[in-house]
């Protein structure tokens, strides 16, 4: 195990390229993908769907169906390039260092054993300790989740939980083997709204706590707003964005992530936060454009969109876009922002809600 400082990413992937046999032949359905996640740092996937943020979290896990492949890239994490692993060096990472929480816990709660006999066997793979001690940290884990009687949950199977129970359960799960970076994968989207905040909440705090990372994969942009520190939205396969969480919505730089924004709900209409629709769809032969994949839809297009691949470029300190007018100030709606004050907003935001769950935790 490699110890990271605060700067250091935990998570750095380069030039990511996945490909897929498909009728048509192979297709490269995400390419030229690049992002760090930092020790401690939430990062948020936005994007509507099928722009490539659960095959780029595969792609991580090994876990790409078989007619996926990594075509292109590295993944560096504690040192090692993942991409480069066996299967069984794999196995040393996945459900370990870097764990992944699903949509729906029962895909990872083994059905025939005890909550608290898998949470055990999580503890005990990755320390030398008594079944009784490992017990005893089962149950303490429990009880940061959430759960009210942890010793009864022990005893439990996944099927006689409910699913808020059930989220919770398997959140222990992923935190028995004390991994570095977690995955969610539109984790909570099953549930219902109020527990679906909690479930959040305490992922955010256990990140704070731990200084675990996390990797957030979601359609709601109002859970990016309250949970992620950084932010890259995707569109058909490629990155157009990635900046911090307090500069995405104060100075989007990306049409695409401008009209994003324009779909979340006011306050008072609070009820459903998914996406409402941009006008158009997400064309479904993305790989086959050869300009500006976003062009179909976007109000800001011109001749020269469509004439060349857009590339990722930073506009500042804070923004990288991957869009002609943006990178050449043309867009009215892109208006210059204080990278140093976000950044300063941000740590601030952080010690701010370290400080309040110090304070919860200790009384
Ligand atoms: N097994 C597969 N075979 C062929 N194409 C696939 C396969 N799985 C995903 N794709 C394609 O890869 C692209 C990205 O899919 P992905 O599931 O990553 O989208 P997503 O952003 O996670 O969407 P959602 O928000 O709906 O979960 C889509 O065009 C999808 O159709
Ligand atoms: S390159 Fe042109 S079409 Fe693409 S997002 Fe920018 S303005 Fe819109
Ligand atoms: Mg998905």
């Known amino acids: 195990m490699m110890a990271t400082g605060h700067n250091e990413p935990v998570l750095s992937v380069r030039d990511?390229?996945?490909?897929?046999?498909?009728?048509?032949?192979?297709?490269?359905?995400?390419?030229?993908?690049?992002?760090?996640?930092?020790?401690?740092?939430?990062?948020?996937?936005?994007?509507?769907?099928?722009?490539?943020?659960?095959?780029?979290?595969?792609?991580?896990?090994?876990?790409?169906p078989v007619s996926g492949r990594v075509s292109h890239g590295e993944a560096w994490f504690e040192g090692q390039d993942l991409f480069t692993l066996s299967p069984r060096?794999?196995?040393?990472?996945?459900?370990?260092?870097i764990a992944m929480i699903f949509q729906d816990a029962l895909t990872s709660l083994n059905p025939v054993f005890t909550i608290g006999n898998q949470i055990v066997e999580g503890i005990r793979a990755h320390q030398d300790i008594s079944k009784a001690q490992a017990t005893q940290q089962a149950a303490q884990l429990l009880s940061r989740v959430g759960m009210a009687d942890p010793d009864n949950v022990l005893g439990q199977y996944a099927h006689m939980l409910s699913g808020g129970m059930r989220q919770r359960a398997m959140i222990a799960m992923a935190l028995a083997s004390e991994p570095a970076l977690i995955i969610a994968d539109e984790a909570t989207s099953s549930l219902d709204v109020t527990i679906q905040a909690q479930i959040m909440h305490l992922l955010r705090e256990l990140s704070l706590e731990r200084d675990m990372s996390v990797l957030l994969i979601t359609h709601d942009i109002g859970l990016i707003a309250q949970m992620a520190d950084k932010v890259i939205v995707m569109y058909a396969g490629e990155i157009v964005e990635n900046t911090d969480v307090f500069t995405l919505f104060e100075a989007p730089g990306h049409p695409y992530t401008r009209a994003l924004l324009e779909t979340v709900p006011s306050i008072e209409d609070d009820k459903d936060r998914e996406l409402q629709a941009i006008p158009g769809v997400v064309p479904e032969d993305y790989d086959a454009i050869s300009g500006c994949r976003f062009a179909g839809r976007c109000a800001y297009v011109e001749p020269k969109c469509r004439e060349s691949r857009q590339i990722m470029l930073p506009l500042d300190k804070c923004r990288q876009v991957r869009c002609i007018r943006a990178q050449n100030n043309?867009?009215?709606?892109?208006?210059?922002?204080?990278?140093?004050?976000?950044?300063?907003?941000?740590?601030?935001?952080?010690?701010?809600?370290?400080?309040?769950?110090?304070?919860?935790?200790?009384?």
């Open 16 to 64: 990511l390229a996945i490909s897929f046999k498909t009728e048509q032949g192979e297709r490269i359905l995400l390419r030229d993908a690049s992002f760090e996640v930092k020790r401690g740092e939430v990062l948020g996937i936005v994007g509507e769907s099928g722009s490539g943020k659960s095959i780029t979290a595969l792609s991580l896990m090994g876990l790409l």
């Open 89 to 97: 060096q794999l196995d040393r990472i996945r459900g370990k260092r």
């Open 330 to 363: 043309e867009l009215e709606f892109v208006h210059s922002t204080q990278c140093e004050a976000s950044k300063i907003a941000l740590a601030r935001r952080k010690q701010e809600a370290k400080a309040k769950l110090s304070e919860r935790l200790r009384t």
